[in-house]
Every structure is written in C-alpha cells, then in structure tokens.
C-alpha cells in the first residue's frame, strides 16, 4: 500500500531564511507526487507536480527516487508562506490522492 | 479548473442524527472524491463517487455509515448517518481535472 510520511508537523523559519519540508513515501509502481498547500481560510490548492519540473511561489520540490523523497524547498521564506502544506501521491486511474499528515510552516518576521 | 460548492460549510448535530453534504461543481466530471480530516490528521479517502454507478469505498469506510449518492456529472451527496462524536471532521469534497485535484471549501462537522 502507499504511505506519504512527513516528519515535521510543524517548523518555524524566519524570513528570508531557506526552508525545506520533508517528504518521504512508499509506492510500489511509479509514482506521481505533488505538494498541496492551505492557506489560512482557503481551501486546499495545487501547489506543483513533480512531473511539471517547475518552480512555483519559489518553490521547488525533485523527485529523488532513490531515496523515495520529494522534499520541497525555498531558498528564502517569506511571511507570506505560512501555510499548511501537503505532500501528495496519486495511484490509480481514478486519481484519488494519498495525503501525508502535513507540515505547518510558520514564517516569522 | 474546477469550481467546487460545497454547504454547508459548518453544522453542530446531535448524536444518532444524520447530515447531508451537497458538493457542486461548475463543470462535468467523471469522478468526485469525498475526503474526511479528523482534527490534527490528514487528509483520508472515504469513497470515489462514479456518475451511474455506486460509489467505490475505501477500506474501513461503508455505505451504510457514509451513503453516496451521485445523481449527474455536476452533483453529489455524501451524508453522514448515525453521528457519534468520533464523526466529527472536516469532509471535504474533491474532483481531478488535467491532473490537478480541486478541493471544496469544507464541511466542519461537530457531533455533540
């Protein structure tokens, strides 16, 4: 079965600072992983895709198959990225999601 | 994209009752996914929901406690019956279009 594991419920950084929250899974076939992202009172939305190999809001996250991780970072963190984020893996034709238990990041001036 | 509608967005229920959750999108789409969130957890599949077809649960979720009902390519229901305050969560309705997952707001669910 697949699993998405991210260690950190929560991380603080201060701004300008680089982050990187942690992604780890388990799938048996190739996977498709993607990182979601809830800011306060919104919904929950796409952040990037790893098959799309772009940087987003100055994110980046790379699919490391050895290590089975697809961490995602920024080289500076802005307040404005205080969020709740979620590693996310894909399986089946139906495209249902599989969630890790999300990081809280926390940017602090 | 995709526009999801979901209501209500809040309810506090009595245990033993049931609650309805209506999820419309702007735009046809083959599947709909309803999500729960318990506090301080993650995001957990209940069942895929499939326009003519019943809807495909997954483990430790059935139909008689999360009855689905999927009348057209626009609409959903999930409702959630016989309420303990274990059920109470965030249900969240979710459809795939071009590879993205679009999320509603959110149904937050309070059984006393």
């Known amino acids: 079965a697949q699993r998405v594991t991210q260690p950190e419920k929560l991380l603080s950084v201060f701004k300008g600072a680089p982050v990187e929250l942690k992604c780890n899974y388990s799938y048996s076939g190739s996977p498709e992983l993607f990182w979601y992202v809830q800011y306060s009172r919104q919904r929950l939305q796409l952040l990037l895709r790893?098959?799309s190999r772009e940087s987003i809001k100055g994110f980046t996250a790379d699919l490391n198959k050895g290590e089975t991780s697809f961490h995602l970072k920024k080289p500076f963190a802005q307040e404005e990225d205080s969020a709740m984020y979620y590693c996310a893996l894909t399986s089946g034709s139906a495209r249902q999601l599989t969630f890790g238990s999300g990081t809280q990041l926390t940017v602090l001036p | 994209s995709a526009v999801i509608s979901q209501k209500p967005s809040r309810d506090i229920c009595q245990r033993g009752t049931s609650l309805t959750i209506q999820c419309q999108v702007d735009?046809?789409?083959?599947?709909m996914f309803w999500y729960r969130q318990q506090p301080g957890q993650s995001l957990t599949l209940i069942a895929t929901a499939n326009q003519g077809s019943e809807a495909t649960y997954e483990s430790g979720f059935v139909i008689d406690k999360f009855p689905i009902s999927r009348p057209n390519l626009t609409f959903s229901t999930l409702t959630v019956s016989n309420m303990s305050p274990e059920d109470s969560s965030i249900y969240l309705c979710?459809?795939?279009?071009?590879?993205?997952?679009?999320f509603g707001q959110g149904t937050r669910l309070t059984v006393v």
């Open positions: 790893h098959i």
């Open positions: 979710s459809v795939s279009k071009s590879a993205e997952a679009f």
């Open positions: 735009s046809q789409v083959t599947m």
